[in-house]
């Protein structure tokens, strides 16, 4: 395990992945992460569905307009689901849930991007979710807040370090 501060100077958004498989130990990590991510009033709304197959990564990928293509070049996916019916925060619940997806994938050596699915669609008016209902056997309940894409990097980035420190008030803005 890597030092969290670590993790967090070093996490950065990877649009780019080798074709190298993911090995299932890390998947599984990063799932136990995501399932040990707090949830209001302890209701776990979200659900998550795992996504290696090429043809549905694809699919995946072209659900939104823009910011999705990456989907189609990534080892697999995590689609981030929660049940709306449980929980008026299930849009928080999931989010941290997507966090620590980012999180745990960056300690354990892979490259993660946080694509957004609420509120995104295609030019046609079609919601990202109502675009992976059928490819994802969702529920009417059912909203797609994120697809997480994994795989090893093949770029590589510089640790941010442009803090905007004026972004940081005591007792009142």
Request: overall charge negative.
């Amino acid at each position: 395990m890597s030092d969290f501060s670590e993790i967090i100077v070093n996490r950065c958004s990877c649009r780019k992945f080798t074709s190298q498989p993911i090995e299932k130990e890390k998947v599984d990590a990063i799932l136990a992460a995501a399932l040990r991510a707090p949830s209001g009033k302890s209701v776990y709304p979200c659900e998550f569905i795992i996504v290696d197959d090429p043809s549905q990564l694809a699919q995946l990928s072209v659900a939104k307009q823009h910011g999705a293509a990456l989907l189609s070049k990534a080892t697999c996916a995590i689609v981030v689901v929660a049940d709306t019916s449980k929980t008026d925060v299930w849009v928080e619940d999931a989010s941290i849930a997507s966090t620590f997806i980012m999180l745990e994938a960056e300690n354990q050596g892979l490259g993660c991007c946080w694509v957004q699915m609420r509120l995104r669609g295609t030019d046609n008016g079609v919601s990202a979710t109502d675009n992976l209902r059928q490819l994802l056997n969702l529920n009417p309940q059912h909203q797609v807040l994120s697809v997480m894409a994994l795989g090893y990097k093949d770029e590589s980035h510089h640790p941010h370090t442009n803090l905007k420190v004026e972004q940081i008030h005591y007792g009142k803005l």
